[in-house]
Structure formats: structure tokens, C-alpha cells
């Protein structure tokens, strides 16, 4: 059984004041939608920064986080409202952590029955080494577990963005890392209509991490 807790957004009022504005902007946007509620999960291999992301995204820390090993053992779901509107996390087990890679997705699946999803996190490091065989059967099992329509709500996160390089661009990094993962992705969703673009995101949780002159944090790196 996943851990719950659900609370008012107090974290909101910390956020940069741009940053709040944008997302009063986005939340008035929902609810001439008529939509009051968005749930995000978050997947990936262990040690990656899920439950960072989590804290980062709700701008207090309410999922607990190690430096050495996961947390994260079995489900947990995060919510907090404003305003009427309600943003539920789910950070979710690593997947060597919890053994093998099918065992983990079927009980995370198992799990998420029933409930409405509308955005996925894949999470992985930027900095971490390729493991394409891994990634090959994570992405595959990911499909048999979810189905392949899962792909097109799926965004993936490179966390631990500065990153610092000596034979190679920035740019050219990234776009090397992110093209060997969304080549895996594409091949083993096997969806015909799948977003060929597969987004991608670069994240830095450090505390330390700079800020623009709006105190909003940023990575340092240029990436076109």
C-alpha cells in the first residue's frame, strides 16, 4: 500500500514570484478546462533524483532523500491544493531497488488502477553512464506493463544537468544522450502515433544551484 499525504500547497508562496505568476496563469488556464486536478507520476532506475524532483516541484521537501540509496521502497503519493486545484506526485520505487524491472512496473501498476494519470516522468541522470541495455529493457517493459499508449504522456528528465566536460560541447552531449535514449524509447514502444519527438527536460536540484534575475533557479549550461 503507497504512503499518502495530502496537505495545503504551502510550499506555492516560496516560489519566485515569476514563477508564481506563470503558474496562476496556467491554473486559470485549467479551470476554464474545467480541469481541477493534474497527477504526475514519476519512473526510473534508483539514485536518479525522483524524489528531489518531487521536493523541487512542490517547493518543499515532503519525500525524503539520501544521498546512497533510494528512499523511495514503495509507492508514495504526494498532493497538495491551491485554490481549489489539486497537483498529486507519485514518486515510485527504483527499479533495481526493487529487483527486477517487470516485478517493480507490475506493482506500481497495480497500484496505479483506477487512477487518472496525465503526465510521466522518466527519470534519468545526464551524468550517468549509457546502459542501453538497460534503458532497452526498461522502455520494453514500461510498454508490456502500461501498454504503449503511455509513451505520448511521457516526459523525460535528465537530472544532475551541470555537468562539467572536457572532450565535448554541452550541447553536443546532450543531444547525443538524449537521441541514444528516445531512439531506445521509440523502438520499443512500438506506437505507431507516438510523439517522434519524445520531449526531454534538463534539471539541477542542488540547493546551490544559480538563479536568474527573476531568483529563479536555472542551469548554467547553453543548450540549443
Same mark, same amino acid.
Given at each position: 500500500?503507497?504512503?499518502? %499525504? ?15 505568476? +506563470? ?14 486536478? +493534474? ?14 524532483? $518531487?521536493? %523541487?516541484?512542490?517547493?518543499?521537501? =515532503? ?26 506526485? +507519485?514518486?515510485?520505487?527504483?527499479? =533495481? ?9 507490475? %506493482? ?46 511521457? +516526459?523525460? $528528465? ?12 554541452? /550541447? ?16 520499443? %514502444? ?19 544551484? /544559480? &538563479?536568474?534575475? &527573476? ?10
Amino acid at each position: 500500500m503507497a504512503t499518502v %499525504s495530502e496537505k495545503e500547497w504551502t510550499g506555492f508562496q516560496g516560489l519566485p514570484a515569476a514563477t508564481q505568476i +506563470i503558474l496562476h496563469t496556467l491554473l486559470a488556464k485549467l479551470r476554464k478546462q474545467k480541469v481541477d486536478k +493534474i497527477t504526475i507520476v514519476l519512473l526510473g532506475k534508483g539514485g536518479v533524483g525522483k524524489s528531489s524532483i $518531487v521536493n %523541487s516541484l512542490f517547493s518543499e521537501r =515532503v519525500a525524503a532523500v539520501s544521498a546512497f540509496r533510494s528512499e523511495t521502497l514503495r509507492p508514495r503519493q504526494y498532493s497538495r491544493s491551491k485554490d481549489g486545484f489539486k497537483l498529486t506526485v +507519485i514518486d515510485t520505487p527504483g527499479f =533495481v531497488e526493487a529487483g527486477r524491472v517487470d516485478a517493480a512496473l507490475n %506493482s506500481i501498476r497495480r497500484y496505479l488502477l483506477g487512477k487518472t494519470i496525465n503526465v510521466v516522468l522518466y527519470v534519468d541522470r545526464l551524468d550517468g553512464p549509457r546502459e542501453d541495455k538497460v534503458d532497452v529493457k526498461i522502455s520494453r517493459a514500461i510498454s508490456q506493463a502500461f501498454g504503449p499508449q503511455i509513451w505520448p504522456h511521457v +516526459i523525460v $528528465v535528465f537530472t544532475h544537468a551541470e555537468i562539467h566536460l572536457e572532450d565535448v560541447t554541452y /550541447s553536443e552531449f546532450v543531444s547525443r544522450r538524449s537521441a541514444a535514449l528516445r531512439n531506445i524509447i521509440l523502438k520499443e %514502444s512500438r506506437f505507431k502515433t507516438v510523439n517522434t519527438k519524445v520531449p526531454f527536460v534538463l534539471v539541477e536540484n542542488c540547493s546551490r544551484c /544559480s &538563479e536568474n534575475g &527573476e531568483h529563479e533557479k536555472l542551469t548554467l549550461r547553453e543548450f540549443t
